[in-house]
């Protein structure tokens, strides 16, 4: 039974930083993708980052590219999401995600993914 366990949302300015981490347990995930997604009050679900486990290979959504960094340490079973340069609109819910594949053409999608965390509030005041 894979486990997902977010931590480090919280209140923070305009143009600050946050650090979200997610601890994964209950299999090897060296098959799998791991990424973020975040949903805002009334919106969808949407695709934030993702990272290959087993190559450590990076994707990003438009939005955050060059403010937010997805990773993964092996080590620690653990996926960290670094958040900079936060504006009101990276106002969310964030969730960590799994599932026990690699696909390039769907990692984007919320519905490929197995297993979910409870999600961390981040909230980015202005």
Known sequence: QVQLVESGGGLVQAGGSLRLSCAASGRTFSGYTMAWFRQAPGKERVFVAAVRWSTGGTYAADSTKGRFTISRDNAKNTVTL????????DTAVYYCAAQDRFNIATMRISGEYEYWGQGTQVTVSS
């Not at 670094?82 to 609109?89: C, R």
């Open 82 to 89: 670094q958040m900079n340069n936060l504006k009101p609109e």
